[in-house]
């Protein structure tokens, strides 16, 4: 291959880190109308005919552009690795007539601890053909767009809470890791707790229940996927059934069925600033936007777990 066609001349890169986890990412390209919130440069929607994502699987869509033009994509996957690597050909459109753009892209997903390196990595038969998509298409820039509009979805999508504790960064980790001290704190105000176990590993489970107003009970589980004392808890928070089987949520129907979660605990000074991330995870669209809505809510239902998380530090618990 002469130097002009070397991978290096065929090759566009495109990167970015989104303030998001991997897990929630790596999500947002699963599903179709998870792909209409944010695929394409900016001014551009995409309507999706046809969407198999497995190896060999295909991805049939119309990218409308802002100038009215319609630009027709038949993608093929050829890797699936969740949710770490997609691989895929676009073979441009079927269709005689129409002009078709041949390269295999390569899209990476690092965890960063909360945060997400997202790499695009196209390759195409010539570097003729490449400066093309550049020159003609604006290649680049669509794909630097495109991935800014993804992380201002997930933006939308998650929820930040955060609060300052006045204990040590180990006490706190305690009260989040230890079923005892679990039982005291953890829950909506006025809830009883009924019982609780925790297995604190990567798989592991905690599993508690609660009594409420007019004696209704709550069920609910975590699925630990992260440990790192004293730093962080990664995991998938669901509501559940006494055994612990998933079921919906008890006030709404379309409420997700799990959030993934993300708790960091920072050192500060004699303190611990406590941040909590969550969203949706294998959510379709009006679940995600039910729990969009629902944030304000979700600011106060936490105000009131953790104004109890910090009435029992206050006891002395844990140090």
Do not use: C
Not at 12 to 39: C, G, N, Q
Not at 74 to 101: C, M, N, Q, S, T
Not at 239 to 260: I, K
């Amino acid at each position: 291959m002469d130097a002009g066609n070397s991978l290096a001349d065929r090759t566009l890169v495109v990167s970015r880190t989104i303030e998001a986890p991997r897990a929630l990412v790596f999500d947002a390209f699963t599903d179709p109308d998870h792909l209409a919130r944010w695929w394409g440069p900016d001014g551009f929607t995409t309507t999706t005919s046809a969407f198999d994502m497995r190896p060999g699987g295909v991805w049939r869509f119309v990218m409308h552009g802002p100038d009215g033009r319609d630009y027709n994509n038949y993608v093929v996957y050829d890797e699936i690795v969740p949710p770490e690597r997609l691989v895929f050909h676009h073979l441009g459109d079927a269709e005689p007539g129409l002009e078709k753009v041949h390269h295999s892209t390569t899209i990476r997903f690092e965890d960063l601890g909360g945060r997400t390196r997202i790499t695009l990595t196209a390759v195409f038969p010539t570097a003729e053909e490449m400066a093309m998509v550049v020159r003609e298409h604006k290649a680049d820039k669509g794909g630097e767009q495109t991935l800014g509009r993804l992380a201002a979805m997930l933006d939308e999508d998650v929820f930040v809470f955060t609060r300052r504790l006045a204990a040590p960064r180990e006490t706190v980790w305690r009260m989040w890791t230890e079923a005892e001290h679990l039982a005291r704190w953890w829950g909506p105000k006025n809830f009883e707790w009924i019982s609780g176990t925790l297995d604190l590993r990567p798989g592991g489970v905690f599993h508690y229940g609660m009594k409420g107003p007019s004696d209704m009970e709550m069920w609910g589980k975590f699925v630990f996927h992260e440990i790192v004392p004293p730093e962080r808890l990664v995991y998938t928070n669901s509501f559940s059934d006494a055994q612990g089987g998933l079921t919906r949520a008890p006030w709404f129907a379309d409420w997700p069925l799990e959030v993934y979660n993300i708790l960091t605990l920072a050192a500060d000074g004699d303190g611990t600033v406590v941040t909590l991330r969550g969203a949706p995870i294998h959510a379709g669209e009006a679940e995600r936007a039910r729990f969009r809505t629902m944030k304000t809510s979700m600011t106060q239902g936490f105000t009131g777990t953790f104004d109890q998380l910090e009435t029992y530090l206050k006891t002395g618990a844990g140090r």
